[in-house]
């Protein structure tokens, strides 16, 4: 349903705590979710239907390393299917989480301070179980580490001209630096859980991982610096990772895929995909824990706006395709833009343009923005719209290229359903589990932009 709204003239709305709130409410009320609060009978429902989905992609996980990637649907000469389609899109989900939490924070933003804390373990979550679709494609998967430019006697070192090794340094780094970025920035919280646990257990736990904070001065002016400086050297990665995974397809010849438009155009798309489950997460979270106080309808319309923001990016990415292959004139790749629009895979590229280009445009209006119904089917639809997307890079270019005696299709088995559904049901479980046990929303920051309002 609608909430109340308010006037505002700034292209992204002011973000303020209200001004009944001090330090202790603060704390309390995020502290209390993970200390205090018992789970109850939607929590146990969700958490149990998304692990049942999770077993079952372990499970498929294990078939498959028994009986190889025949399993799935990919073939001759579609070679490539829903592993990398997957692999890509979670990479995408993972970029929101750092666009928030480093760019934003350079920025001054200060309506990053409520949702950057989920946005940025959504990062870590996303990113991992990306990092696990390379491996599961890999018709030898236990020789993964080949990849790695380890110290080799017989000197087989990895092929250095590959995306795939610089699909390694990148997504390495930056699960790196995200996983201290987050972790950096948790400290402060860790320590008052610490100070507030009630259990000795949670005491010893917490206070291990608080690093013997106390708040000092110079704890501070340390935390501080540290923050920043990882906020620069993650804010880079935004644009780096994407667009060493957009080279995977930009560095071939294959109609479709040799394109300078992808790097820009990937970047954009993930951020699309990002900032879309950002608000699938953040409204269920905001409704279930009564958290519309702290992530309130404002960070929902910036969060909206960003996301018009990225849909127009890549509609130009679209538009971008689609000319530049009928001004080059090259017959292939017109063929290419024509298969799409009117080919086998025609129904799935015409649902991804009404999810990513035209459902979106319904954020122009303000009592859509403001719409906490309105913007969480909108988040999905996207979400939904930038795999298919995914899906369709990777298969349609691949399904007829040079040669129509090569030509085949692509048909997705059990397999490769269970693979996807079932890595969206582990990252509902990671997700869950991180807040039940750790503070959603970054205590420390919100006390700060607290301080600050104050002493205006």
């Known amino acids: 349903m609608a909430e109340p709204t308010s006037a505002t003239t700034s292209p992204l709305a002011p973000v303020t705590v209200p001004r009944s709130y001090t330090y202790a409410t603060v704390t309390d009320k995020i502290a209390a979710i993970v200390l205090e609060r ?34 799935w649907g990919v073939d001759i000469p579609v070679a490539w299917g829903y592993a990398i389609g997957n692999f890509v899109w979670w990479i995408g989900i993972g970029h929101a989480g750092t666009f928030i939490s480093a760019i934003l924070l350079l920025l001054r933003q200060k309506w990053r301070t409520s949702i950057n804390r989920f946005a940025e373990a959504m990062t870590l979550f996303a990113a991992g179980i990306a990092g696990l679709f390379p ?74 991982f608080a690093l013997g904070w106390r ?35 930009a560095i071939g010849n294959t109609p479709g895929y040799h394109s300078t438009i992808f790097p820009p155009y990937f970047v954009a798309g993930a951020l699309f995909s990002g900032f879309a489950m950002v608000l699938t997460l953040a ?11 702290l992530i309130t309808v404002r960070h929902l319309e910036n969060a909206a706006k960003v996301l018009l923001a990225c849909s127009a ?15 080059s004139g090259d017959q292939f790749d017109i063929y290419m833009i024509q298969n799409r629009m009117i080919g086998p895979y025609a129904p799935v590229y015409w649902a991804l343009i009404t999810c990513n280009v035209l459902a979106p445009q319904i954020v122009w209006w303000r009592w859509a923005r403001r719409n906490v119904v309105v913007l969480f089917i909108l988040s999905i639809v996207v979400n939904m719209g930038m795999w298919m997307e ?48 750790l503070p959603a929303i970054s205590i420390s920051e919100v006390r700060e932009m607290l301080h600050e309002e104050k002493a205006q």
Not at 169 to 194: K, M, N
């Open 283 to 293: 409204i269920p979270l905001r409704h279930f824990f009564q958290l519309q106080d």
């Open 135 to 208: 491996v599961l494609h890999l018709g030898r998967p236990w020789f993964f580490y080949w990849l790695v430019p380890y110290p080799d006697a017989m000197d087989l070192w990895p092929q250095w001209r590959s995306p795939l090794v610089w699909d390694f340094f990148a997504i390495s780094t930056y699960l790196t630096v995200s996983l201290v970025f987050w972790y950096v920035g948790l400290i402060p919280d860790l320590a008052t859980l610490r100070d507030r646990a009630k259990t000795r257990t949670s005491q010893i736990l917490y206070g291990l």
């Open 215 to 249: 708040g000092e001065a110079r704890h501070w002016a340390r935390h501080q610096s540290a923050y920043l400086l990882l906020a620069g050297l993650a804010t880079p990665l935004v644009v780096s990772v994407h667009s060493v995974v957009s080279l995977d397809f």
């Open 313 to 327: 990016f890549v509609t130009y990415g679209y538009l971008s395709e689609t000319f530049m292959a009928y001004y």
């Open 390 to 437: 995914r899906f369709l890079i990777v298969v349609s270019s691949l399904h007829r290229d040079f040669l129509p005696s090569a030509w085949g299709m692509f048909y997705p088995t059990a397999w490769d359903w269970t693979h996807l559904l079932g890595s969206v049901g582990l990252f509902v479980v990671l997700f869950m589990l991180f807040v039940r046990f």
């Open 38 to 71: 018992r789970s109850r009978w939607p929590w146990f429902l969700g958490f149990g239907f998304a692990f049942l989905w999770t077993l079952a992609f372990f499970f498929a996980c294990g078939y498959l390393f028994m009986r190889g990637p025949g399993i």
